[in-house]
């Protein structure tokens, strides 16, 4: 935890100004209907729209120049646009694997910054297994999207980041999909705000990590389609975060696709934005315990909106028809 937090407070002077600071914004329409004060965390303002970014460009600074002759990465479309963009920026070339189910609209936005796609013909873990076998028949660094502590630091720059911006928070809800995001929010607000709550939130139709924590150890989870397929997929055995996920998670919820649907329309209504299903994970879990958090402060991290128009409609026809 100590060494991950140093790694923490590293990335957050490394990977600026190529990352910007995310801003908190109070949402005076959820404080008044929650009865909380609630602060929604703006990750999907960030470039790329996501808080992938974060990771994604502190790996690629901390390879230095073994990244020089092209990295490999895996992907459901964020950290791959991520992993793109740092690499655009380092003049790295960029090589991107997704499963055949990873949206278009994020397959066209990886390769619109540049990077080369691959598509394997099966789900995210398949794409990510190959990836790192290419990136051993190669010889190129592997840029994990949650299964590494450079990427993982950099992802805690949130944590930071929500210290300064609001340090007497009593609560943070956070979509967990590999572990990565709230793994590295969790260590950073354990070190310097240890009262707060850290909630992990899951959509019903996928809780590997879950029930992994459940279990005591990595397992296979059956899965079904999900509004959150940011957060969707297998933890890959082994995975770093898992022990990290033990030790921060103070709290778990699940949500179904009714409830994030409701809340991304409640984010559209309420904030005039545009966010994705894991996103909307993260609010629906607050929704479902608001009662407990009545009078109290809390941050919503909206980690992305990267969102096609016809899932987006069709979460929006859902939340007022279900």
């Known amino acids: 935890m100590t060494s991950l937090f140093d790694r923490i407070l590293d990335a957050h002077a490394g990977i600026r100004p190529q990352v910007p ?7 005076s329409a959820l404080s008044a209907s929650l009865g909380c004060e609630v602060m929604l965390k703006t990750e999907h303002l960030m470039p790329t729209g996501s808080f992938k970014v974060r990771g994604s460009a502190n790996k690629i600074r901390t390879l230095g120049d073994t990244a020089r002759g092209g990295v490999i990465t ?7 646009q991520g992993v793109a963009r740092a690499g655009k920026l380092a003049g790295v070339p960029v090589t991107v694997y997704v499963g055949n189910t990873t949206p278009q609209s994020k397959m066209r936005a990886i390769e619109a910054l540049g990077a080369e796609l691959v598509v394997i013909d099966g789900p995210a873990l398949d794409a990510e297994i190959e990836a790192r076998r290419q990136s051993e028949l190669q010889g190129k660094p592997y840029v994990a999207p949650y299964n590494d502590f ?11 980041e929500l ?12 979509c967990v999909g590999g572990g990565g995001l709230i793994g590295g929010v969790g260590t950073a607000l354990k070190q310097l705000s240890p009262q707060t709550r850290i909630i992990g939130v899951w ?9 992994s924590l459940k279990a005591g150890e990595i397992i296979e989870t059956p899965e079904t389609d ?19 996920c033990q030790a921060v998670i103070d709290e778990t ?32 879990g607050l929704i479902q315990s ?33």
């Open 253 to 284: 919820l699940t949500v179904s696709e009714v409830e994030i649907a409701r809340a991304m329309r409640r984010i559209a209504e309420g904030e005039r934005w545009i966010v994705e299903g894991s996103a909307g994970v993260a609010l629906a």
């Open 203 to 211: 959509p019903a139709a996928s809780t590997c990590m879950l029930d």
């Open 21 to 27: 600071v995310s801003t908190l914004e109070r949402s």
């Open 226 to 244: 999900t509004l959150s397929d940011g957060s969707s997929g297998a933890i890959e055995p082994g995975s770093v975060t898992f022990p990290i």
């Open 290 to 322: 608001a009662e407990t958090w009545r009078g109290k402060k809390v941050a919503v991290v909206l980690c992305g909106r990267n969102v096609a128009l016809p899932t987006f409609l069709g979460a929006m026809e859902l939340a007022a028809t279900a």
């Open 74 to 80: 895996a992907s459901t479309g964020n950290h791959g």
């Open 163 to 174: 210290v300064d911006q609001a340090p007497d928070l009593d609560a943070v809800f956070i």
């Open 150 to 160: 450079d990427t993982i630091a950099g992802q805690g720059t949130l944590g930071l």
